[in-house]
């Protein structure tokens, strides 16, 4: 049984900074790619950063490139969000995703996590 569990969430100001943990079992991690998505209230789920299953490679969505960094630890099963300078508007749930590219490129996530909230006060 696959799961994914987010951790890390809580309420920061303006300007401040978290770091979100997602500890995936029963999946062979370094095979997944692992992205973080995120949705704020009222909001459709949006991309927030991916990180390959191999090299590490990463991507970011525009409006959180240059503030957050993605990274994973193969040997711990873990994946992490570094979030600098947070905003008001980065205000969401977060998830973490587990997925593989598909035929076309883009990529196919099959496991989630349940989710961790993020508040930012301004």
């Known amino acids: 049984q696959v799961q994914l569990v987010e951790s890390g969430g809580g309420l920061v100001q303006a300007g401040g900074s978290l770091r979100l943990s997602c500890a995936a079992s029963?999946?062979?991690?370094?095979?997944?790619?692992m992205g973080w998505f995120r949705q704020a209230p009222g909001k459709e789920r949006e991309f927030v950063a991916r990180?390959?299953?191999?090299?590490?490679?990463?991507f970011y969505a525009s409006s959180v490139k240059g503030r957050f960094t993605i990274s994973r630890d193969n040997a711990k099963n873990t994946v992490y969000l570094q979030m600098n300078g947070l905003k008001p508007e980065d205000t969401a749930v977060y998830y973490c995703a587990a997925g593989k590219p598909g035929a076309d490129g883009s990529y196919e996530y099959n496991y989630w996590g349940q989710g961790t909230q993020v508040t930012v006060s301004s």
């Open positions: 029963g999946l062979t991690f370094s095979s997944y790619a």
């Open positions: 990180i390959s299953w191999s090299v590490g490679i990463t």
